[in-house]
């Protein structure tokens, strides 16, 4: 794709989903137990940046946006951002759409750093404090595979899938040990932390999560235009100037860190890093300087729609995680049989 027709389709592809976005966002603080008209959710949301000034705001409602439902979308955009641009990235590094960052064995380091934390009491000590041991967990997670899959000073894609299927499977063991051990309390919090959350969000955890996914985000799409290389096969790619292996270690380092961010705030939340980067590329093509940000925005999008569904029943709200398994799931299925009925192999 051409670069005036990369910037073309940026121009009418990002403006557009950025609008959705803020619709989705400001739909999401305004519902809930109590419901707070749209626009005056919007004129809440705009007093308290100080974009505006309006003494005549209900104190109640802005304590409830603000304090409470805002921290929770800004989490949930920042995350399902970081989620599906590292599940573009994936995809194209494997060149495999059924590629996504659990393949790295991210979810499991955090799952066995969170129960850690867990157990030993530490968790109780900080909101801050299982967030940052589930980070280290799957940031050890990935050094292993890493290593495991490096022969010559090169990675094999196959074996690094391996690697993380092998590695994932050995973290989960040593994680149920734990459990076995463990009281009926921490077993509970636990699984609720793996079922992927976004409830009890607070500005803490707007402030851990989002520079350092912003920032890591920005470096990742300095490299769209290698992940293009890449594209060509590995021989193409070097002949035109791409040092493939130190890109690969590098947007497979910057991945695991956007990820393992993300998961250690509100636990490994499954599929948004696999469906919707795959409808983001249908819709703006395969270009990572579009697909990575169309990815992010989509994904964001994605997880707080997902969000406002988890919270519509009367009878108590349901994990954000349980509904993208629910949509992600059947959707992973088609393209499965999709792609068997194609001849493809994955």
Known sequence: MGTFTVYKK???????????????????????????????SFRII????????DPTLPEDQISIIYRVRLPRVIVACIAG??????????????????????????????????IIAITTGIAARSIYTMPVFAAIGALCAVTVIYLLSLRRGRIAPLTLILSGIAVSTFIGAVTQFILIKSNTYEVRRFVSWTMGGLSGMMWEQVRLITFP??????????????LNLLQLGEEEAQSLGLESSRTRKILLLISSLIT????????????????VPHIMRLI??????????????????????????????ANGEIHVGIITAILGAPYFLYLLIRSRKGGVAF
Request: charged fraction near 10%; hydrophobic fraction near 60%.
């Open 213 to 226: 996914v912003l920032a890591l985000l920005a470096v990742m799409m300095m490299f769209s235009r290698d």
């Open 260 to 275: 393992a961010t993300a998961i250690s705030v509100c636990g490994p939340i499954s599929f948004v890093g696999l469906i």
């Open 81 to 114: 951002a970081a989620l599906s641009a590292c599940g573009a990235v994936m995809q194209g590094l494997f060149r495999n759409p059924m590629a996504d960052p659990g393949v790295l064995g991210v979810s499991s380091g955090a799952g066995l750093g969170a």
């Open 46 to 53: 705009l007093d308290n940046i100080g974009l505006i000034s």
């Open 284 to 313: 703006a093509g395969p270009d990572h300087r579009l697909l990575i940000p169309a990815s992010a925005i989509g994904g964001a999008i994605f997880l707080t729609g997902c969000d406002i569904l988890g919270r519509l029943p």
């Open 10 to 40: 940026m121009g009418v592809i990002l403006p557009a989903m950025f609008v959705l976005l803020l619709f989705t966002i400001i739909l999401a603080v305004a519902l809930g137990a109590v419901y707070v008209p749209l626009g005056r």
